[in-house]
C-alpha cells in the first residue's frame, strides 16, 4: 500500500468512496441523509490538501483536514467526508502522512466527526482518538410540551444578557463534566442578534430554561430542514423537573420539523443521560486527539 497526495485524476474516486460512506451510514443509522452530490464533493475537495492510499493501483482510502483557527488553539478539522478507509493500517499510514504537515503549522489538536459506527470509531481509537462529543438528533412525533406545574413555555425576544447567564451554565458543567477545559466561546453567546430562535421556560416570570433552535444550512449527512438545538439549560434549583424535557418537546413542535438534533461532550453525564433519555440516537461521534510537546 503506498500513500501519496491525490492527483487532480485522482479525486473522482475519491468523491465516490465519500458517497458510499455516507450511504453506508444511512443504511445503518437514523437521521442520515445519504445522498452526496458527487459535483459539489469533487468542488469542495478541488483545493485541499488530500492523501490517499493506494493498493494494486486502486485508492483504498483518503485523508484530508481543514485547519480551524481557534483563538490560542487551532484544531485539524476532519469531518466524515474528510476520511474513508478500509481497514486500520490504512488509516495509520494516511494520518502519517498527512499530520505532519498540519503540525508544522502549529496544530496540535486534531478532531476527527466519525459516523457512530463502531468500526469506524474503533479505528481511530487505534490510532490514540478518544471520543470526546456527541451529535444525536431524533424525530417527530414530539410529545406536546406541556410545562411541568408552575412554568410556562413559550418562544421569547432574544435578550442576549439573560441567554449569556444561562449559556455559562453549559461552560460550567463542561468544565467539571470532568473534561477540565473551557468550552470554545461559542460565537452565538450573548451575540446581540439573535442566531436562532429561542425558546424559554420561565418560573414566577423569571427566565430559569433556554433552548436555541437554529437552522442548518444545507450540509452532507444533515436531513433538509432538521434544525439544531443548542445552549440548553437549566438554573441549578430548577434542575431534575422535567423542564429541559419539556422545553425541548415544545421547541421541536414550534419549530414543526420533522428532525431535530443536538451536540453534547460525552463527560458531561447529566447532558448524555438527558439527551439519550428525550430519545436522541447518537448519530455522529467527535474524537480528539492532542498531541503533547
Ligand atoms: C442537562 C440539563 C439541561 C437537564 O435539565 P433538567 O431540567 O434537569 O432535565 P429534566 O428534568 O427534563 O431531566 C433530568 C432528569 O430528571 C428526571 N426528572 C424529570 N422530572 C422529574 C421529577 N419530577 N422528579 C424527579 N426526577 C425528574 C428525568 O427523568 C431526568 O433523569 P436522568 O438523570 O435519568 O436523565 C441540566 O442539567 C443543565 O442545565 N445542565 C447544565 C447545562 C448543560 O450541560 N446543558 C447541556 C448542554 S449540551
Known amino acids: 500500500m503506498q500513500v501519496a497526495r491525490a492527483r487532480p ?16 451510514a444511512a443504511q445503518a443509522l437514523a437521521h442520515v441523509d445519504g445522498s452526496v452530490d458527487p459535483t459539489r464533493v469533487l468542488q469542495s475537495l478541488g483545493g485541499a490538501h488530500v492523501w490517499v492510499a493506494r493498493r494494486g493501483g486502486e485508492i483504498v482510502g483518503h485523508l484530508t ?33 498527512a499530520a505532519p504537515a498540519w503540525l508544522a503549522e502549529g496544530v496540535r489538536d486534531h478532531v476527527v466527526w466519525s459516523f457512530d459506527l463502531p468500526a469506524w ?23 406536546p410540551g406541556e410545562a411541568p406545574p408552575d412554568y410556562r413555555l413559550r418562544r421569547a425576544r432574544w435578550d442576549p444578557v439573560v441567554a449569556a447567564r444561562l449559556s455559562a451554565l453549559v461552560d460550567e458543567a463542561e468544565e467539571s463534566a470532568p473534561v477540565f477545559r473551557p468550552r470554545e466561546a461559542d460565537p452565538d453567546d450573548g451575540s446581540a442578534e439573535a442566531p436562532g430562535h429561542w425558546y424559554v421556560a420561565e418560573s414566577a416570570g423569571r427566565v430559569v430554561a433556554q433552548c436555541l433552535a437554529i437552522a442548518y444550512p444545507r450540509t452532507l449527512g444533515i436531513p433538509p430542514g432538521a434544525v439544531h438545538l443548542s445552549a440548553l439549560a437549566v438554573t441549578p434549583p430548577h434542575r431534575r423537573h422535567g423542564v429541559a424535557r419539556s422545553l425541548v418537546a415544545y421547541t421541536a413542535r414550534r419549530e414543526r420539523v420533522a428532525v431535530v438534533d443536538a451536540t453534547w461532550r460525552s463527560a458531561n453525564r447529566p447532558a448524555h443521560r438527558f439527551w439519550v433519555g428525550a430519545g436522541f440516537a447518537p448519530v455522529a461521534v467527535g474524537l480528539r486527539r492532542q498531541i503533547l510537546v
Not at 480551524?68 to 488553539?73: A, D, E, N, Q, T
Not at 456527541?134 to 410529545?143: E, H, L, T, V
Open 9 to 24: 485524476e485522482d479525486l473522482a474516486a475519491v468523491a465516490s468512496r465519500i458517497t458510499a460512506t455516507f450511504a453506508t
Open 65 to 97: 483536514a481543514s485547519l480551524v483557527p481557534r483563538g490560542p488553539r487551532s484544531e485539524a478539522w476532519i469531518s466524515p467526508d474528510a476520511w474513508s478507509c478500509d481497514d486500520v493500517d490504512d488509516l495509520a499510514a494516511l494520518y502519517a502522512s
Open 121 to 143: 470509531t474503533e479505528a481511530w481509537g487505534e490510532l490514540g482518538f478518544a471520543r470526546e462529543l456527541y451529535r444525536g438528533a431524533r424525530s417527530a412525533p414530539f410529545a
